[in-house]
């Protein structure tokens, strides 16, 4: 059983920047792919970002939906069991509900995934 907990939303005015964190409790984290996605109002949940982890210290792959593609850095510290998600200059499309989500086989749907946070709002405004 994976929990999952994300911090660091919050309102931004456009152009700005927000990190986003996710606390997970799990053994074996690094065997984890995690992932972020967002829900606006009225839409499907969308992917956002996702990291895997290929073994050694510095070794991972990383994936960009292309809205965020330039903007968004997903990164993620296996020794505090803890993902994160750097976003700047953020566009009021940008706002949504943040989920981190959790998954041994990864994907990019949110089908692709066993475990999900609770979710942070992100608002920016225009």
């Known amino acids: 059983q994976v929990q999952l907990v994300e911090s660091g939303g919050g309102l931004v005015q456009a152009g700005g920047s927000l990190r986003l964190s996710c606390a997970a409790s799990?053994?074996?984290?690094?065997?984890?792919?995690m992932a972020w996605f967002r829900q606006a109002p009225g839409k499907e949940r969308e992917f956002v970002a996702r990291?895997?982890?290929?073994?050694?210290?510095?070794?991972?792959?990383?994936y960009y939906a292309d809205s965020v593609k330039g903007r968004f850095t997903i990164s993620r510290d296996n020794a505090k069991n803890t993902v994160y998600l750097q976003m700047n200059s953020l566009k009021p499309e940008d706002t949504a509900v943040y989920y981190c989500?959790?998954?041994?086989?990864?994907?990019?749907?949110?089908?692709?995934?066993?475990?999900w946070g609770q979710g942070t709002q992100v608002t920016v405004s225009s």
């Open positions: 989500a959790a998954s041994r086989l990864g994907g990019f749907g949110y089908n692709d995934y066993d475990y």
């Open positions: 799990a053994r074996k984290f690094n065997s984890y792919i």
């Open positions: 990291i895997d982890w290929n073994g050694g210290s510095t070794y991972y792959t990383d």
